[in-house]
């Protein structure tokens, strides 16, 4: 392949972050004699992209492979991308510099809604054709995975395949296909045909879009255009998740980059249920790795990165069954040595005292917990199983223990929320300042510091609430000032998320496949990096939307029947759709659904459908308001229960 550096290296002068692009970081895999190539990228700058695990984890599995070899690449910030096209240069890989194009297979993935114009700036910049039908038998094949996925329609023509769940296996394994038939001289069709038969890839080129009409009376928006196809494509699991060690090789960066630490995932998996939330669904069942395999994990990793901050990454890191005996055990070996140990995922019902003194170690930031509605009605109709009692308690315990910052996180917009729900976030929030201030000593209240923070409310695929349609933005805003001036404290800083930007979020996770000319109309009208707010092009996306002839207030804001066949229901979790109806009239009830790793089975269907089951190191201990749930084996079956 082509070294294009000596090309490149003149242009980093002038370029912001010029360590961006360097090579040879400590940690980079190499593998010259390999006859086959990935290119694994993130649709977006190295700072981002390089703390992803995914992006990690994939480029490892792939380097296992014998004669496959893996790199990276990112996405240029945007003065280095318009510097590239003047000067003819294409989107380069890390390691070797040369031009993505060249790869044999490229994986873009797809980590929010906001990097959809990313993902055609990085195949247009890299020279690749926008279009998979318009690419040629030499061309590199272009799949995608990565929580978008769920929806892939949106995306559907600029992409030869997506990989549908997770990638440890799945991956190694379409990528064996491609290298083998290429290499056996089959057409990319055939390639691509044979792809399409493999559980867990989806190649939307073999599915027919349908009508709203044939897809409602039909149960599905696609139609196989050939026999022998999935009609419903389920997701791959990694089952060896839980022995798997929690200790890769990491890359340390030459730069700074999003969450600049040791990144240790303890487990995979949430059963909690937030009606919300989508990486609660499309990650089940449970899977936790043993204490002493994170322990192990932790301190081989801390010594061959040097790394003095290690994070516990998960959904929920505090449910761990042996997260006291893995806080224990960390904080005995790294005291003295200026380690922090982080649990970024902390739950309110399981942070007491003793959690706040283990998490505590030696080092305090701030301390982030999510209550996400102002009112116990509203947190039922969530199922966030979590109460006023519990955020206090957690509190106290905290600023009892030395924390002295903290934010609460909360949502805009959620279903059946009323003026009342808006007032309790400001109700709460005060009454959370005072706890605070209370566990503090006097002499050291004034550094106390609480920031509320609100996003506004976006449907997810493949959640309970994926019916239900978001506010308009002007609703949006009378809500938000509605809170500011109910917030009576000046301690109390209230932050709020752009709700032009969630428009677009909720546009594009309930869109079908029509939604992808209006991608690529606003990436021709300039939209990029809609993720970042200085570069956020409103105007590109409306402009773009009456030229498509799409509605997006009627995709973004409409609300549907259970019964309503959405755009993605060809693409399963794992969790069934008569679940998620189910929560949505729990949720109009106000009813709650239990943790199943806490208690009785909650028959979300999953661990039927991909014949597993969660996977706990030992029994789960409840505490705080899932007292009285009792606990459960380490690994039991899922039995389906009655609607009740």
């Known amino acids: 392949m082509i070294d294009l550096w000596p090309r490149l290296e003149p242009l980093l002068a002038d370029a912001e972050r010029p360590a961006r692009y360097l090579n040879h ?14 290119c694994m990228v993130y649709p977006d700058t190295y700072e981002l992209g390089q703390a992803n695990q995914a992006l990690r984890i994939l480029v490892n599995v792939v380097n296992a492979q014998d004669g496959m070899a893996a790199e990276r ?72 995975g990565g929580p978008c996925a769920y929806n892939p329609e949106p995306y559907a023509p600029f992409f030869d395949a997506f990989s549908i769940g997770e990638g440890e296996e799945a991956l190694p394994e379409g990528l064996a296909l491609i290298k083998r038939m290429r290499s056996q001289g089959a057409l990319r ?57 929690g200790w890769e090789p990491c890359i340390v960066p030459f730069t700074e980059v999003v969450h600049d630490r040791l990144n240790v995932e303890i487990l995979r998996g949430c059963a909690r249920g937030c009606r919300f939330c989508q990486a609660g669904m499309m990650y089940r069942p449970v899977r936790e790795r ?60 399981a942070f007491g005292v003793d959690m706040a003194e283990l998490v505590a170690g030696q080092k305090k930031g701030g301390l982030t917990f999510a209550p996400e509605a102002g009112t116990q009605r509203l947190r039922d109709v969530i199922n966030k199983n979590v109460t006023e009692d519990d955020l206090f308690d957690a509190l106290d315990a905290a600023f009892a223990a030395g924390w002295r910052r903290c934010k609460l996180y909360f949502m805009i917009g959620l279903p059946t929320e009323t003026d009342d729900d808006i007032k309790g976030i400001a109700s709460l929030a005060q009454r959370a300042y005072d706890r605070m201030k209370a566990a503090t ?48 404290y000046k301690a109390v800083d209230v932050h709020w998320h752009d709700s032009a930007t969630s428009f677009v979020e909720a546009v594009m996770s309930r869109a079908g496949r029509e ?11 300039g939209a990029r990096f809609d993720a970042w707010s200085e570069c956020f092009n409103e105007e590109a996306w409306h402009t773009a939307a009456d030229e498509v002839g799409i509605d997006l207030e009627a995709i973004a804001q409409t609300s549907y029947p259970s019964t309503r066949v959405m755009p993605w229901a060809h693409v399963s979790t794992g969790v069934s759709e008569r679940f998620l109806a189910r929560e949505r009239s729990r949720a109009e009830a106000g009813r709650t659904t239990p943790d199943c790793t806490f208690g009785a089975c909650s028959a979300c269907g ?25 606990a459960v084996a380490p690994a039991r079956r899922c039995e389906e229960a009655p609607d009740a």
């Open 25 to 38: 970081e400590y940690g980079c895999v190499y593998k010259p004699d390999a006859d086959f190539h990935f």
């Open 290 to 349: 043993s204490a002493d395999n994170v322990v192990e994990s932790v301190v081989a990793g801390l010594a061959a990165t040097g790394y003095d901050e290690v994070s516990l990454t998960s959904l929920s890191s505090t449910d761990h069954s042996q997260i006291a005996d893995i806080l224990t055990r960390l904080n005995r070996s790294c005291d003295g040595k200026g380690v922090r140990i982080s649990v970024p995922s902390q739950r309110l019902d």
């Open 515 to 525: 939604a992808a000319a209006w991608v690529e109309a606003a990436w021709r009208r």
């Open 189 to 245: 069709a055939d390639i691509l045909r044979a792809l399409a038969r493999m559980p867990g890839w989806y190649v939307p080129s073999f599915y027919r879009w349908r009508s709203e009409d044939e897809a409602q009376d039909g149960g599905s928006w696609i139609e196989p255009v050939e026999e022998g196809l999935p009609t419903v494509i389920e997701k791959r699991l990694f089952t060896k998740f839980a022995e798997s060690p």
């Open 441 to 488: 000593p006097p002499d050291q209240r004034g550094g106390l510091r609480l920031s509320v923070s609100c996003a506004l409310f976006v449907p997810k695929a493949q959640t309970p609430f994926q019916w239900d349609g978001q506010i308009t933005p002007e609703e949006a805003l009378r809500r938000v000032q509605l809170l500011r001036r109910s917030v009576k």
């Open 73 to 144: 690449a990112f996405l240029p910030a945007p003065a280095l991308c318009d510097t590239l096209r003047a000067e003819g240069l294409p989107l380069f890989s890390i390691e070797s510099c040369a031009p993505v194009a060249q790869f044999d297979v490229v994986g873009i993935t797809l980590p929010h809604e906001l990097a959809a114009t990313n993902v055609l700036e990085t195949l247009d910049l890299a020279g690749i054709s926008l279009h998979a039908s318009k690419r040629d038998e030499g061309d590199p094949f272009v799949v995608a």
């Open 606 to 630: 999953v661990c039927q459908a991909l014949d597993a089951d969660n996977e706990l190191a030992q029994p789960r201990e409840a505490s705080g308001s899932n007292a009285g749930g009792g």
